[in-house]
């Protein structure tokens, strides 16, 4: 009987222990891909990113066009060329062709590091602010809207566009480029 009483007694002092631990926890989540879209510095990094991927496609149609003038060459005087000057010609055209799929993958590596690059240093600077809000919300998790394995939430939870804001007041030279 004497333990049973000591039970109780340490259930009855540690029922406020866990009422006091037991706040409901508060959720938000995020559209990173709308910040990233429409924030300053994103739209800024894709602008950038674009160049580079527009200058890397200009390189390849004029080594493209290169190839394909060759090609015509040789087609078109073929009958008045020698056999030395096809095979010249030819190998012209193979090591162009060469050169252009080997620019392709280093254009396609560059790219892509790029875009790594811009993601990261974007992370860095949207992460701060998405702590602040959380910290300030009172927040005690908040999720990535699209690739935590969200199925559904709530408007009412979703703070995307005051991170768009904060992100936006945090970085403002990026609006002005």
């Known amino acids: 009987m ?9 259930a009855a002092l540690a029922a406020p222990l866990f009422a ?26 894709y602008e950038r990113l674009k160049k580079l991927q527009d200058d890397r496609v200009a390189k390849m149609q004029k080594m493209d066009e290169d ?7 040789l087609q078109t005087k073929k009958l008045s060329l020698s056999e030395e000057k096809q ?3 030819s190998k012209q055209i193979t090591d162009k062709q060469t050169a252009m799929q080997r620019y392709a993958q280093d254009a396609d590596k560059e790219v892509t590091e790029a875009r790594d690059k811009a993601l990261q240093e974007l992370d860095n600077k949207i992460k701060p602010v998405i702590d602040t809000i959380g910290k ?9 809207k699209f690739e935590s394995g969200l199925i ?9 566009e005051t991170v768009i804001k904060r992100f936006n007041e945090a970085n403002p030279v990026a609006a002005a480029k």
């Open 20 to 45: 006091q631990t037991t706040v409901p926890a508060r959720v938000a989540v995020i559209d990173v891909q709308k910040v990233l879209t429409t924030s300053f510095a994103g739209k800024a990094a």
């Open 136 to 144: 300030e919300m009172g927040l005690a998790a908040i999720f990535n």
């Open 87 to 89: 095979g010249e010609l």
């Open 67 to 73: 190839v394909k003038g060759l090609a015509n060459e």
């Open 152 to 160: 559904y939430a709530s408007e009412a939870i979703d703070i995307t």
């Open 2 to 10: 004497k333990k049973y009483l000591v039970s109780m007694v340490m």
